[in-house]
């Protein structure tokens, strides 16, 4: 069952200025129309039956509940409030923050294209999600323009130039624990900046300062906190203390939600950004205050290594599925290679006879994802310094011999497909995904991540942004798992300017030549798996994207030998048969945060956001 009442939303956002007056950083006053039940209301009851004359009126007493209602709403804030779903006619922005979403609407009722939307959604999460929007990281963007045009942007961090395949050991050749997480020397050379430059020089259509622009006013303003920022902000308080020696906007005792961040340092930072470019991060003030800052903690980002940073511009990697066209990213990242891997192993099976979570269906996901992990671990990095063998890892008849040893009722273990015991460690991660679609039906799917939450912990004083930890993405020691419990080996190895592997999977679907859907996510290791499975949910299993989005997720990713699963995912019986095969579970919290966009039989787009992030946010036009 859709829930359509995104648009109708809208065209009520747009009718509340005549009730409630605006503020600048704020969606809708109380944001009312978001509460579920109000919506509920609205949708089931008085949407179909009103009138426009006695709309208003009607609007009015429903908004002033919903007022009523949403202050009494423990955790919420009463400035924004995200909505998880929407259908709109023309356009539609998924974000992992209201303000963000708000930003790329603006631009696009402005005239922007979906480039220029998602650069202004980019430069605003650098203020209102700082645990994961970033000037100080980089990220990857897929597109796909009306014309049927693909394209892809590598704007990933890369080592620094002084950088070394031992950095992170010990003279006794042993890993350093947490250099290449925590502080100063975890920061590869950033590479958002450069990247949304160059994105805005070969599609923007908007003057690149009206991008930057309400970045700049959130930050100079401030904007009210979620209770899921205040929460996150809270418990990195030592790690920020232990990093950063002089104050900064988000060292305070007690967060909490609607508390004001005002980032006056960053809004300098973005108004340079603004008037001077790619000169204004990578030269002058802001490049000083970045070098100093790794000159203060033992840090090796240097001048050198900023002046010299530049984006890529990649062919995408594309592929089929069934009557699917997938268009998806290519090394620096393993997304794309990983996720027509798994796609075209499983191609053979009856997914859809079998069932969603059938123990089939999972049997054989999980299997495809075992040899596809083994294969990044060994095969994939930086293909400007390694030469990745994307054809044979593409290739039908290497795909097929590689399921040869499948067995239908028996897990493979996993050290008959590679070797390495490890175990994983799970810490909240974040990154954050942006899915866009315009009037015009381009289309952009972007990741971009400063790895952990608020990356490295190191807040750069005076240009006000936090520092990726990237660094911990390279193979620190071949067969020594990163945080995200992912091994490597040659291809992923530290070397001066290389760019650390990813798994970041922004991805775009045609289906008969159109656009079909957009989709990503953060999480780390777990994004090809999800990105994976929330495409066979509305392929295969026949889900609206809704559904699709919220189904219980599984991973697998060779080492360690378990599937890992959002709890409640699989029945009893069906866990206790795999478990019968040779499977072993482990239960985490949640898995991957996607954001989604989905084009309808009747043209309208359907985007939604991840209950997982309380934050994220769907809206159209
Ligand atoms: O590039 C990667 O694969 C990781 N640095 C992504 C980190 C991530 O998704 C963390 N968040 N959820």
């Not at 290449?180 to 923007?204: C, E, F, M, N, R």
């Not at 999972?362 to 075992?370: D, I, L, N, Q």
Request: hydrophobic share 40%.
């Amino acid at each position: 069952m859709l829930h359509v009442y995104g648009n109708k939303q809208n065209d009520l956002a747009k009718l509340l200025p005549l009730a409630f007056p605006l503020s600048e950083t704020s969606l809708a006053p109380c944001t009312l129309l978001h509460n579920p039940a109000i919506i509920c209301i609205i949708k089931s009851t008085i949407i179909p039956k009103m009138k426009f004359a006695r709309s208003i009126l009607i609007l009015g007493a429903v908004l002033g509940m919903a007022c009523a209602c949403q202050r009494a709403l423990p955790g919420v804030t009463n400035q924004y409030v995200p909505q998880k779903s929407a259908v709109a006619a023309n356009s539609m922005v998924v974000t992992p923050h209201a303000l963000a979403t708000r930003a790329g609407l603006d631009v696009l009722e402005q005239g922007g294209n979906a480039v220029d939307a998602t650069i202004a959604v980019h430069f605003a999460m650098a203020v209102v999600f700082p645990r994961a929007g970033n000037l100080g990281g980089g990220g990857f963007m897929v597109l796909r323009l009306g014309n049927g045009t693909t394209d892809a942007l590598d704007y990933r961090e890369k080592a620094p130039a002084s950088a070394h395949r031992d950095l992170y050991l010990d003279s006794l050749g042993g890993v350093i624990k947490g250099l290449s997480t925590d502080g100063h020397l975890a920061a590869g050379t950033p590479g958002t900046v450069a990247g949304l430059i160059a994105a805005h020089q070969k599609y923007g259509k908007l003057d690149f300062k009206k991008l930057v622009e309400p970045a700049i006013r959130l930050a100079e303003a401030g904007f009210p906190v979620s209770s899921a920022e205040a929460d996150r902000l809270n418990s990195f308080q030592p790690a920020f203390r232990k990093f950063n020696a002089q104050p900064n906007p988000f060292l305070k005792d007690n967060w909490k939600a609607d508390d004001l961040l005002v980032q006056k340092e960053l809004a300098r930072t973005l108004r340079l950004i603004r008037d001077k470019g790619l000169a204004g991060f990578y030269a002058g003030e802001t490049a000083n205050e970045i070098v100093a800052e790794m000159q203060s903690g033992g840090g090796i980002v240097s001048h050198k290594d900023l002046e010299n940073y530049e984006s890529k511009w990649r062919k995408p990697l594309i592929g089929k599925y069934k009557d699917y066209k997938v268009i998806s990213m290519p090394p620096s990242s393993s997304g794309g290679v990983a996720l027509l891997q798994l796609l075209k192993m499983v191609e053979p099976y009856p997914l859809k006879q079998w069932g969603f979570q059938s123990k089939e269906a999972v049997h054989v996901m999980v299997e495809a994802s075992r040899r596809v992990y083994a294969d990044r671990s060994q095969y994939l990095g930086d293909s400007d310094f390694f030469p990745v063998p994307i054809d044979s890892l593409l290739n039908d008849r290497y795909l097929l011999k590689r399921m040869g040893d499948f067995n239908a009722s028996k897990a493979t273990s996993s050290e008959a497909v590679g070797a390495g015991n490890f175990k994983i460690a799970i810490e909240s991660f974040e990154t954050e995904h942006t899915s866009v679609v315009d009037a015009d039906d381009n289309a952009v799917s972007v990741t971009t991540t400063l790895n952990s939450n608020y990356g490295c912990k190191v807040w750069v004083d005076g240009a006000g942004f936090f520092l990726n930890n990237e660094m911990d993405d390279f193979s620190v020691k071949p067969g020594v798992p990163n945080q995200f419990g992912l091994v490597g080996a040659e291809a992923n190895a530290i070397q001066p300017n290389k760019r650390m592997l990813s798994s970041m999977t922004p991805t775009i679907v045609e289906k008969d030549g159109k656009l079909f859907m957009v989709l990503g996510t953060p999480g780390g290791s777990t994004i090809i798996t999800t990105v994976f499975q929330v495409f066979l949910n509305v392929a295969e299993f026949g889900m609206d994207l809704e559904k699709a989005v919220n189904a219980g997720r599984f991973h697998h990713q060779w080492l360690p030998d378990l599937i890992m699963t959002e709890r409640g995912t699989f029945n009893e019986a069906t866990r206790q048969v795999l478990e019968g095969m040779g499977h072993h579970f482990q239960e985490v919290e949640r898995i991957a945060v996607i954001k989604a966009i989905l084009k309808l039989p009747d043209g309208r787009l359907h985007g939604v956001g991840d209950f997982r992030n309380p934050d994220d946010d769907a809206r159209g036009d």
